[in-house]
């Protein structure tokens, strides 16, 4: 299973970014899905995640109202939308995938088996 982040960057305050992860070797139609950032010398965290479905999602309380995660099942993508960036949104973000179908979203970034390489976004006030 490989997973391809794309869409960092630089931003404003403000702004908008659109973050993407690709999968090959896995249909992310049946697999939990989730979006997961670092910041320099903090630990790993969970930022959004949806179920298998994507019928359900789940959100940090940091970027509730703000972040909005999708699955494209046509795509086999799931998307990390990031409205109204803040300084404090600079990280590293991660997407990743859980090793087992059917499964709900959860927090844990032990819960998750499969990463993508990560994408650096940086947000300026």
């Known amino acids: 299973v490989q997973l391809q982040v794309s869409g960092g960057g630089l931003a404003q305050a403000g702004d908008s970014l659109r973050l993407s992860c690709a999968a090959s070797?896995?249909?992310?139609?049946?697999?939990?899905t989730g979006w997961f950032r670092q910041a320099p010398g903090k630990e790993r965290e969970f930022v959004a995640g949806t179920n298998w479905g994507g019928g359900l999602t789940f959100y940090a309380d940091s970027v509730k109202d703000r972040f909005t995660i999708s699955k494209d099942n046509a795509k086999n993508t799931v998307d990390l939308q990031m409205n109204s960036l803040k300084p404090e949104d600079t990280a590293v973000y991660y997407c990743?995938?859980?090793?087992?179908?059917?499964?709900?979203?959860?927090?844990?970034?032990?819960?998750?088996?499969?990463w993508g390489q990560g994408t650096l976004v940086t947000v300026s006030s």
């Open positions: 070797g896995r249909t992310f139609s049946s697999y939990a």
């Open positions: 990743a995938v859980k090793r087992n179908r059917f499964t709900s979203v959860t927090t844990g970034v032990k819960d998750y088996d499969y």
